[in-house]
């Protein structure tokens, strides 16, 4: 039964979430992506590393992931025995997409000298075959641990690879995805907003194209922008990621600005994750009323995905909270 189908009329919909959650013994995890309704009732917001960290040391005995699949199903692969739903299992990810896993093995199977070091953003399947996953905010930690005659697979979002390759001055081979909401940034139109508010700096995800990135006086993941928001001293920041962050930022500092960098239109609305927006209140209080939509997943894959992200945790290390990949 979908949200749509079901009439949820009249219903204080925060009151109900709020009952359920104490009901169920439900933690409700959200991304900095959701939409400011989410993030406000959410009992942990954090970037994809933070988020990972907390399903795996809830005590709840439910997880509700206000995310994309990726993030729920990597939850599931942490903590097997908590029920994790996700209010809408339609909740994607252009990166996930681009990298089929009969696709990837196929690469793997073609490079057998190299080791697959993988962003987070991508299917179990996809997991199982990689050696080390990393988010935004380790990737720059773990790769700083991989020997430098260790060829590597950086797979699937080109940009951050190319970010992180750039910046380590190693060669990678580059996965093609790229994420379909930071690639609808344009160059032109920020630079029209950066002459609009002269001395302004832009923080920007390093899933940002490189002609972004190269506007850019500081990279980081979500968390990692965040911060830097809250530690710069001027009055106006542009912000070259999904826009929802800035609910954060705004309630932080309410005395600043936040622009988020335009697309070709010279607006933000085509920077807004589709797939984030599929969460709704209505199907949040649905997820919790009848604990489903669940993530399942088959317990040899489970195991197989784990390797990868147990090697990320290990690796990454104090990482978490920083959300950091630093000044370029
Ligand atoms: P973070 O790891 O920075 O939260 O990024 C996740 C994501 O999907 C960005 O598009
Ligand atoms: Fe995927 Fe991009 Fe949405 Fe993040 S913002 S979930 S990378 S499509």
């Excluded at 709020?18 to 169920?24: A, G, I, M, T, V």
Aim: charged residues 25%; contains cysteine; proline residues 6%.
């Amino acid at each position: 039964m979908t949200a749509q189908s079901v009439n949820l009329t009249g219903l204080d919909l925060r009151a109900e979430i709020d009952r359920l959650r104490k009901e169920r013994g439900a933690v409700i995890l959200a991304h900095y992506y959701q939409s400011p309704e989410i993030q406000d009732l959410a009992d942990y917001i954090g970037d994809s590393l933070e988020l990972s960290k907390k399903a795996a040391a809830t005590d709840a005995e439910v997880i509700a992931f206000c995310g994309v699949k990726f993030m729920a199903e990597t939850a599931k692969i942490l903590a097997p025995e908590k029920i994790v739903v996700l209010p809408d299992l339609n909740a994607g990810c252009s990166l996930e997409d681009a990298c089929p896993p009969e696709k990837f093995a196929q690469f793997r199977a073609a490079h057998p000298d190299h080791i697959a070091l993988t962003y987070i953003n991508c299917s179990t399947e996809v997991k199982a075959l990689s050696d080390v996953i990393v988010t935004s905010s380790s990737a720059e930690t773990i790769l700083a641990q991989i020997p430098a005659d260790q060829k590597i697979i950086f797979g699937p979002d080109r940009h951050l690879g190319g970010y992180l390759s750039r910046k380590f001055n190693r060669e990678m081979l580059l996965w093609p995805g790229v994420c379909i909401v930071h690639e609808a940034f344009s160059e032109t139109e920020l630079l029209k907003l950066k002459a609009q508010h002269p001395g302004a700096p832009v923080a920007a995800h390093p899933e940002c194209p490189p002609h972004i990135i190269d506007h850019a006086d500081y990279v980081g993941s979500t968390s990692g922008i965040l911060n830097f928001a809250k530690g710069f001293e001027g009055d106006t920041l542009i912000v070259a990621t999904e826009p929802h962050i800035i609910h954060q930022m705004e309630l932080a500092l309410p005395g600043k600005t936040f622009i988020g960098a335009p697309g070709a239109d010279g607006q933000c609305s085509c920077n807004i994750c589709p797939y984030m927006a599929l969460n709704t209140l209505e199907k949040l209080y649905l997820a919790l009323r009848d604990l489903t939509p669940r993530i399942e997943i088959e317990e040899g894959l489970r195991l197989r995905a784990k390797r990868s992200l147990d090697k990320m945790l290990e690796m990454a290390g104090g990482t978490v909270g920083q959300g950091d990949l630093g000044a370029r």
